[in-house]
């Protein structure tokens, strides 16, 4: 039963590992620390929007859970720490939802817990016929259409042709009231895909790049042939190649999500041309140990996100943009080998 596997992947994205063992590629992007940056951390403003919804930071709780009845408890925990913060929240697949209407409330409980916030719904690529199910489930904010080829391909029964995507997606984006975005699952996306997913229509794209949860691992636990997941684990563009590419590539807005651990990872990803960030595990994780660790988790991320924007001189979001950093490494090698640019953000100053 789909709402038994949900419970069996919240289980296992908590308590075992499942996490990329490559590096997001972070460490490869340094910014350039600026001695007299004319700032006053107080006041440095994290604000912005997304979908014409006004945030207090750049951060969205990207989709984890729903569909079993454990996961109500987690949604409403999580949409109180939205409402919170005033930070957005993605739901999981509705798909359980829509199938058996019974689970609607483990996914509408984010809306009753936080009536303000950005929540975002999602549905399967494989189950795109169900986008209006899914969108007359609640008031959703707008819908994320997700990608997980990399686990349909490991997973027993993984629905494994992706052909007629696109033209589905698009006629998606056309009769859907809401804003349609694409997430990845992990796995990240190309500049190359990012220009044909942009084509359809969509309102925006989450990268979700390689160095957080790999849906591989994951499905290797619960396959009775391990060597597969065991080969794909690290399977994936790293999230700060995938944010470049993509940031690159298109004009519409991304989400930057995959591995990010620490406010400093998350200014960096913006740095690197992303309008918001996103995280599951390490919230998840969070969630579990209560509200009150959950509140300091956010705390403590929003403190470091600001300490990096004094160090670089960053009164707002839009003189982050303008900061200057050096990518070096494989980061470096990635990006120049698949004709990107990356002395744009050395420089950007002089230009």
Same mark, same amino acid.
């Given at each position: 039963m789909i709402s038994d596997r949900k419970l069996e992947h919240l289980?296992?994205?908590?308590?075992s590992d499942v996490e990329y063992h490559k590096k997001t590629g972070f460490n490869d992007v340094e910014l350039v620390h600026k001695a007299i940056p004319e700032v006053n951390q107080e006041e440095i403003?994290?604000?912005t929007s997304l979908f014409g919804k006004k945030m207090d930071a750049p951060i969205v709780i990207t989709a984890i859970t729903g569909g079993h009845p454990t996961s109500l408890e987690v949604n409403r925990q999580l949409a109180h720490a939205a409402g919170k913060f005033n930070i957005g929240l993605g739901l999981g697949s509705q798909r359980a939802a829509v199938e058996n209407p019974e689970l609607a409330s483990t996914y509408t409980v984010a809306r009753e817990e936080s009536s303000e916030s950005l929540i975002i719904g999602n549905i399967g %690529? #494989?189950?795109? @016929?169900? %986008? #209006?199910? %899914?969108?007359e489930m609640m008031e959703l904010d707008a819908l994320a259409v997700h990608l997980n080829t990399l686990q349909e391909a490991?997973? #027993?029964g993984g629905d494994l042709n992706t052909v007629g995507y696109l033209s589905k997606l698009q006629k998606t984006v056309e009769s859907s009231d809401? #804003?349609?975005?694409?997430? @990845?699952?992990?796995?990240?996306i190309s500049g190359n895909d990012a220009q044909l997913l942009e084509k359809t229509g969509i309102a925006a794209i989450d990268v979700a790049g390689a160095g957080g949860t790999s849906w591989a691992a994951v499905e290797k636990y619960r396959s009775k042939d391990k060597d597969m997941g065991e080969l794909y684990w690290d399977w994936g563009i790293p999230t700060a190649a995938s944010t470049v590419e993509v940031s690159q590539s298109v004009k519409i807005p991304i989400i930057s999500s995959g591995g990010i651990r620490n406010g400093l990872d998350a200014v960096k990803s913006l740095a690197l041309g992303a309008n918001v960030i996103g995280m599951a595990l390490p919230v998840l994780k969070a969630s579990y140990m209560g509200e009150e660790v959950l509140s300091k988790f956010f705390e403590k991320f929003l403190a470091e996100m600001k300490v990096a924007m004094f160090l670089v001189g960053a009164n707002n979001l839009e003189d982050l943009k303008k900061a200057e950093l050096v990518i070096t490494g494989k980061t470096r090698e990635w990006i120049r080998e698949r004709g990107y640019k990356t002395k744009t953000y050395a420089r950007r100053s002089s230009l």
């Open positions: 289980l296992l994205c908590t308590h403003d994290l604000s %690529a #494989p189950q795109m @016929e169900q %986008a #209006p199910q %899914a969108t490991i997973q #027993p809401l #804003p349609i975005m694409i997430k @990845e699952t992990g796995a990240g």
